[in-house]
């Protein structure tokens, strides 16, 4: 596994601007929750982990998803499980 964080982290981040685009990516604190910071919903939070899922090839169960809450716990996930960018 490459461990190619800012690669993947762009990548995320991309993903996050399509489901808000007011998203601001250096305002972001990657140790807060990232719903609470971006104000997502449970559909557009849902809608976030499928697009993660089409464009990084990553199942991510839904067993899993409370572990996803900060930017850096969802890189962390992302990078255990061999995704090393989109």
Known sequence: MTNDRPALTATVLDILRSIAPEVEPG???P???LRHQ???DSMDWLNFLV???ER???TIPEADYAR???LDKLLDYLLERGVSKG
Do not use: E, M, S
């Open 38 to 40: 971006v104000d997502l």
């Open 51 to 53: 697009a993660l899922h």
């Open 27 to 29: 305002a972001l604190d």
């Open 68 to 70: 996803l809450v900060t």
């Open 31 to 33: 140790t807060r929750p």
């Open 56 to 58: 990084l090839g990553v």
